[in-house]
């Protein structure tokens, strides 16, 4: 089983860690491609891809269209940017509409993960819990769900979806690696 993990984080943190440990569980063949590494323009609605399912920027997704149509399984993780994906992580799907038009992502699984990280503002009630938490969870949950759409767009199959809140994505770890084993 080949897996492509793709990393919209510009740091090997949080993100990082779970796509690593996501990748390592499932064993097999995996690369782990952070995407804010390379160069991906913006879509720029040429609609070349819409007859030829070929993007007509000359960048580094022209590489990418070939690793992921070659995967097997594909790893999502993205920060969470204002309740969305990162803009390296939004870029790409962006430039995956050639897959669009010719299905060619039809059947492939996917994991997705995200963290959301509000450390450096966290403020504790009188009992000790987070005030910020609610709103967290559901900035993380508004991130995972744009990887859905994506993924229900192209026709991939979804196994599994792990959040990490308050950069502490080790306590997933079990977890991370249950879901990993899931691809097997």
Request: one cysteine or more; hydrophobic letters at 35%.
């Amino acid at each position: 089983m080949k897996i492509l993990a793709i990393s919209g984080s510009p740091r090997k943190k949080n993100v990082y860690g779970m796509i690593k440990t996501v990748c390592e569980a499932a064993g097999g063949d995996f690369e782990i491609l952070n995407i804010a590494d390379q160069s991906i323009h913006h879509c720029n609605d040429c609609r070349n891809c819409h007859k030829t399912y070929k993007c007509a920027i000359n960048d580094d997704m022209q590489d990418i269209h070939k690793k992921i149509a070659d995967a097997d399984c594909i790893v999502l993780g993205s920060p969470t940017y204002f309740d969305n994906v990162s803009g390296p992580m939004k870029n790409f799907m962006d430039r995956c509409l050639p897959f669009y038009f010719s299905r060619g992502l039809e059947g492939k699984k996917a994991i997705l993960l995200t963290s959301g990280n509000f450390e450096d503002q966290l403020e504790f009630d009188e009992n000790g819990k987070c005030k910020w938490h609610k709103e967290e969870k559901e900035s993380v949950e508004r991130c995972l769900r744009s990887m859905e759409y994506f993924c229900k767009i192209m026709g991939i199959s979804i196994v599994g979806k792990i959040y990490a809140l308050h950069d502490d994505w080790e306590i997933k770890e079990s977890e991370l690696i249950c879901m990993g084993k899931r691809l097997l």
